[in-house]
């Protein structure tokens, strides 16, 4: 079946850039989302990218595809003390179907 | 525009009694799903309604769950009997539904404690 990884932790300092990686397995995938989770709250959409997009920039966020590898990564640039969160990548084969969700990474942002 | 909006946010239960679970989508979108979050995952569809119908329920545990979307806009999730392996959180989301609109938007979540 479908599979989505990530990595559980990263740790960076403020103000650097954090990278958080995904990979998943589903060749038909058609668009690939970032969401965001803090301690007991919802999911919040960060940003998402099309298959057929190889960079997307949004601000401080930065989103790459690699489709041959079906690697993605979010990079968050001069990271701050309010992105510390879990950081969830998830593939959907399009046409409002479900949602592949990775296990999600734990981002620590230290001062 | 609000979000999505789920209530309760949390419950606390014995097991074997039921438990019910309310979702308002956002305004508009016909799309509505129920996710399950167990502790350290990433959520896990339950069902999918287009408007008013189910059209993927696969992962529904149908012995003991059901799910309705009466009218095509509120939906409720209940559990009768609950398990102590059902303590998790169970997440709502939106979407339009429609081609290249199909970004899904979640509530907060109601957090379910099973004893």
């Known amino acids: 079946g479908e599979d989505v990884e990530q990595s559980l932790f990263l740790s960076v300092r403020e103000g650097d850039s954090s990278v958080i990686n995904c990979t998943y397995t589903?060749?038909?995938?058609?668009?690939l989302y970032w969401y965001k989770q803090e301690p007991g709250a919802g999911l919040q959409l960060l940003t998402y990218?099309?298959?057929?997009?190889d960079m997307k920039q949004d601000q401080r966020l930065t989103v790459l595809l690699n489709k041959k590898d079906k690697h993605l990564s979010l990079r968050i640039a001069d990271t701050q003390t309010g992105d510390s969160a879990i950081y969830f990548c998830?593939?959907?084969?399009?046409?409002?179907?479900?949602?592949?969700f990775g296990s999600g990474t734990q981002l620590t942002v230290l001062p | 525009e609000a979000g999505v909006v789920q209530s309760p946010r949390y419950k606390i239960i014995e097991k074997k009694q039921p438990v019910a679970f309310w979702c308002n989508p956002i305004?508009?979108?016909?799309?509505l799903y129920w996710y399950r979050q167990n502790l350290g995952q990433g959520p896990e569809l339950l069902i999918r309604?287009?408007?008013?119908?189910?059209?993927?329920d696969s992962q529904l545990p149908k012995d003991r769950f059901s799910a309705e979307r009466l009218k095509g806009v509120d939906s409720t999730l209940k559990i009768q009997p609950a398990e102590l392996g059902d303590s998790a959180v169970y997440l709502c989301?939106?979407?339009?539904?429609?081609?290249?609109?199909?970004?899904?938007?979640f509530g907060p979540g109601t957090r379910l404690l099973v004893l």
């Open positions: 989301a939106s979407s339009k539904g429609q081609p290249g609109q199909e970004t899904q938007y």
């Open positions: 589903d060749s038909s995938s058609t668009y």
């Open positions: 990218i099309f298959s057929n997009m």
């Open positions: 998830a593939d959907s084969p399009g046409s409002a179907r479900q949602l592949t």
């Open positions: 305004s508009g979108h016909n799309t």
């Open positions: 309604y287009e408007n008013e119908e189910a059209v993927d």
